[in-house]
């Protein structure tokens, strides 16, 4: 079946327990880039971004930035388009802020993990909700 896709292998990876220094890596990129993100972009064009997690690849040259977005739907809908569009000047923009041996390839997606965090908080208060009294 040949070799999983890029990012299959860069989720696998995140998963896995990282080390102290791929951690730090990581936490440096979330914050330069998050940084770069709101200089470059207008709130009107993407909504509201949020780098929400960085999942580095073990060798420094790959990683996977996790999104939160707070906007429109068509925002919503554009937004990971277009920061894929801007990656590379986004990434040359990091290399220029950051000290690496390599500068990260970097992928983008929305990452809605606090939607479904609201959706399950959602659902548990209508389990615990009292039952109005029955006349």
Not at 18 to 36: D, N, T
Not at 44 to 65: E, F, I
Request: hydrophobic share 40%.
């Amino acid at each position: 079946m040949g070799e999983p896709p890029l990012f299959y292998s860069l989720i696998i990876e995140t998963t896995m327990e990282p080390s102290r220094r791929l951690e730090r890596v990581a936490e440096l990129l979330k914050r330069e880039l998050g940084e770069i993100i709101r200089r470059e972009f207008q709130v009107s064009q993407v909504g509201l971004l949020n780098v929400n997690r960085v999942g580095v690849a073990r060798d420094l040259k790959s990683a996977v930035v996790f999104m939160g977005f707070v906007g429109t739907k068509e925002q919503e809908k554009h937004a990971p388009a277009l920061l894929q569009t801007h990656a590379a000047r986004l990434q040359m923009q990091l290399g220029t802020n950051v000290s690496l041996k390599f500068t990260p390839h970097l992928k983008f997606v929305l990452d809605d993990s606090v939607e479904k965090g609201n959706r399950v908080l959602q659902i548990l208060d209508e389990i615990h909700r009292p039952e109005p009294p029955k006349v």
